[in-house]
């Protein structure tokens, strides 16, 4: 399984980016798809994350309200929206994936937000 990450970008604070996450190759086998993200001098945090088969999301206390997972199964894809976006969620931002209840095994690129005050 291969994982493309797209989108991320500089917004201002109170505004939205949109990431999405393509999973290539045997994407029918994952369990669930996630966001991460680590800012710097921070350690890497689970941002939100969806089982694949029941669409039961997850979403850390800290977006919570703010990001909102949607999925495209023609394209083995999940997307995330960020709306409300602070300074505090500038982050390089990784796209995760799982076979099951385990480890994260799989990774795409980072791609970088930035939230300017």
């Known amino acids: 399984v291969q994982l493309q990450a797209s989108g991320g970008g500089l917004v201002q604070a109170g505004g939205f980016l949109r990431l999405s996450c393509a999973a290539l190759?045997?994407?029918?086998?994952?369990?669930?798809m996630g966001w991460f993200r680590q800012a710097p001098g921070k350690d890497l945090e689970l941002v939100a994350q969806i089982t694949l088969s029941s669409n039961t999301t997850y979403y850390a206390d800290s977006v919570k309200g703010r990001f909102t997972f949607s999925r495209d199964n023609a394209k083995n894809s999940v997307d995330l929206q960020m709306n409300s976006l602070k300074p505090d969620d500038t982050a390089l931002y990784y796209c995760g994936a799982r076979l099951s209840g385990g480890k994260y095994e799989f990774w795409g690129q980072g791609t970088q937000v930035t939230v300017s005050s």
């Open positions: 190759g045997r994407a029918s086998t994952l369990f669930t």
